[in-house]
């Protein structure tokens, strides 16, 4: 006979080496695969950026997110106000992603006991400032207490038109590959941040020194969604045939549109985009810049793919860059170097799980 605690561990240890094995997005599938859609107004269940439910006239569009401390964020070097900021946006970024504008959120928070009053209103301040900046509703939540590390759950719903929803699947063979904004900075603004708080642990007379890098600080501390490049786009008449919010590293996000898609991409380094602070740091940290945008994650920018025809259009639009195309599913995705070779592109982001 075991013992309840001994039969626990063994099924947690046999869990723990097939969740490694799986990967996040493995796992994701192998826990939902046997599940089925009962109701006709699901259009799209597990598998995007958001689900898609059928509302009547339009499209309601569900996303969940949970920052974890300890895995998500480091209390040392990051203020509450703006963890609730940024809880709030990566969670809005989900339902831009779809093409669509968020209205609603719920917060679900569990409390360590090392937070205080005055942290928590730190915190609900910076989810104020997300909702008005992006004008969505705070509409309800949960609150209890942690005997471990903070948590926040945020859920966000959000509205599109039927005929102007933009799911991963989309891509076509010869679409260009956009992205918005630049890439890498937030995993760099990591990479500093970490550092300071390890010097600062070994010597607390040493007082941390962020402020030659706050562009790259802001990124991974108080990201920003896009919504006036979406708008920009609409007024162009250009809707996107695939998109995805970047939150795993441009290689992982780019190869789940190929995946869902059946396609395959090139990539052409050279015109990743790369922010010249991004490209400073990561010379400080001896850190490729192109492989902090390749592979460091937690920019949510949106990457998108689009018909050949709007090349033009989308030239002039300074806040998006053109990165590449899609190609058959024969070929292999590929980044092709500043030096003209191929190198396979793999999916080797996210940190964490989740
Ligand atoms: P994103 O990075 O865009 O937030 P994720 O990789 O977290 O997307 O999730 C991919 C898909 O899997 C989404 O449709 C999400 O809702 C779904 N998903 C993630 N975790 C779970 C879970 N534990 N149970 C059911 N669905 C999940
Ligand atoms: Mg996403």
């Known amino acids: 006979m075991f013992t309840f605690l001994e039969y626990f561990n063994m099924e947690q240890s046999k869990k723990a080496s097939t969740i490694e094995e799986l990967g996040e997005f493995g796992l994701i599938e192998h826990l939902t695969e046997n599940f089925s859609v009962k109701n006709k107004n699901t259009i799209k269940a597990v598998g995007d950026d958001a689900a898609v439910i059928d509302a009547g006239n339009d499209l309601l569009l569900v996303s969940t997110d949970i920052l974890v401390e300890g895995i998500h964020f480091d209390l040392i070097y990051t203020p509450l106000k703006h963890l609730g900021y940024k809880s709030v946006v990566v969670n809005l970024s989900d339902i831009y992603a779809m093409n669509g504008k968020p209205e609603q959120i719920t917060v679900a928070i569990s409390v360590s006991g090392k937070l205080n009053l005055r942290a928590l209103e ?109 708008k920009k786009l609409q007024e162009a008449n250009i809707l996107p045939n ?91 995705s590929a980044l092709v170097a500043r030096n003209g070779v191929e190198v396979p592109l793999k999916a080797q982001g996210w940190r964490h799980i989740g």
């Open 122 to 230: 730190d915190l609900y301040e910076g989810i104020k400032m997300a909702c008005e900046r992006y004008e969505v509703d705070l509409v309800g939540g949960d609150t209890t207490t942690s005997i471990t590390g903070t948590t926040i759950s945020i859920s966000a719903l959000g509205r599109v038109e039927k005929n102007q929803v933009v799911y991963r699947n989309g891509a076509k063979v010869n679409d260009l590959i956009c992205v918005t904004g630049d890439l890498g900075a937030a995993y760099l603004g990591l990479q500093l941040l970490e550092r300071e708080k390890n010097l600062f642990i070994a010597d607390q007379s040493v007082k941390p020194d962020i402020s030659n890098y706050p562009y790259c600080v802001e990124r991974i501390l108080k990201p920003e969604n896009k919504p006036k490049t979406l």
């Open 242 to 332: 695939a998109m995805i919010d970047i939150s795993d590293g441009l290689s992982s996000d780019i190869l789940h549109i190929c995946k869902q898609s059946q396609v395959s991409c090139k990539i052409y380094e050279d015109k990743i985009p790369i922010n010249i602070e991004t490209a400073q740091l990561a010379q400080e940290f001896f850190i490729d810049p192109s492989v902090a945008a390749l592979n460091g994650g937690e920019d949510y920018e949106l990457l998108f793919t689009i018909d050949q025809k709007y090349f033009e259009i989308i030239s002039e639009m300074p806040e998006i860059s053109i990165i590449g195309y899609i190609s058959d599913k024969s070929e292999e």
